[in-house]
C-alpha cells in the first residue's frame, strides 16, 4: 500500500491578492520561466520584492540576459509540504526588463543577495500584469 | 547587518547526468513550464518518472491541456536549504505528450498520484532532449 493512499485529496484554493504578497515576501528563492531559441526554460533565482515587481540578479553573459530584456517571463515561488501533502504557490506573469545601473539604490540591501558565486551584475525587474496564488489544504 | 552578510557565496557546479536522474526521483512535487497565448507560465505538479521520461496528471479541461499536446516545455525540480543556502535543481527541456488512456498501465501505482482533489484523468507525459543540473554547495 502506498502511503498516499491514506490521504483524501487536498483541496486547492484560489487565494487573494494580499496572501499572495506575503507569501512572496516570505521567501528568498523563486523560479523564472522564459523563452530561449529551444523553447520553455525554468531556473531559480534568489530575489527581493520591490513595491509590486520581482528583482533578482544574474550574469550579464548568461542565457538567461540572452533572452529576458523586454521578454514576457513567469515567475514562481512555492512551498509545500511532504507530509500533509499540502502547501502553496504564487505565480507572477508580466515583463522582465533591466534595470540600469544608475536607477539602483545605492544600499546594497535592497538588492536581491544571490546565493551562489560568479558575477552576476545584471538587476533584472519582472513588472507583473498578473499575480494568481493557490493554496493546497490537507485532505 | 543582514544575515545573509555572514555568509561566503555558495559554488554553483554542474551534476552529471546520473545525479540528475537520482535527485529527480527523490520528490513528487515539480514545475511544469509552458507557453500560453500569453506568454510563459509555471505551475507546480505532482509527477512520477517513467524511465526517461516525466509523468505528470492534469484535468482535460484546464489551461495546461490546452497548451501542453506536443508543445515545447521545461520541467524543473529543487530543493533549496535556507539556512546553509545551498541546494541543487534540475531542468528537463523535452516534448509534452498526453498518454492514449490504452497506453497507461493498469496498475494505478505507476501513475503519478495529485495531491490535489479534482478530475486529472489526463496524463501528460514530457520525453526530455536534454536535462542538466546544478547544485549550489554551501559557501
Redesign the interface.
Known amino acids: 500500500m ?1 502511503t ?1 493512499e491514506h ?6 484554493t484560489e487565494m487573494p491578492a494580499g496572501e499572495c504578497r506575503d507569501l512572496m515576501g516570505s521567501t ?2 523563486g ?1 523564472v ?3 530561449d531559441e ?7 533565482v534568489n530575489y527581493v520584492l520591490d513595491g509590486d515587481t520581482v528583482l533578482f540578479r544574474t550574469s550579464p553573459a548568461n542565457t538567461i540576459a540572452r533572452h529576458l530584456d523586454s521578454a ?3 515567475f ?1 515561488v ?1 512551498e ?1 509540504d ?1 507530509y500533509t ?3 502553496w ?1 504564487v ?1 507572477v ?1 508580466g515583463t522582465a526588463s533591466f534595470v540600469p545601473a544608475d536607477e539602483l539604490a545605492s544600499d546594497e ?1 535592497s538588492l536581491p ?6 558575477v552576476r551584475t545584471l538587476v533584472v525587474r519582472v513588472t507583473p ?2 499575480v494568481s496564488g493557490r493554496r ?1 489544504l490537507p ?1
Do not use: I, K
Open positions: 502506498r498516499t490521504w483524501f485529496p487536498g483541496r486547492l528568498s528563492v523560479r520561466a522564459f523563452v529551444d523553447g520553455p526554460v525554468v531556473l531559480p514576457t517571463v513567469a514562481e512555492d509545500f511532504d501533502q499540502s502547501g504557490s505565480v506573469r540591501r543577495f544571490p546565493w551562489a558565486d560568479g500584469f498578473s493546497l485532505g
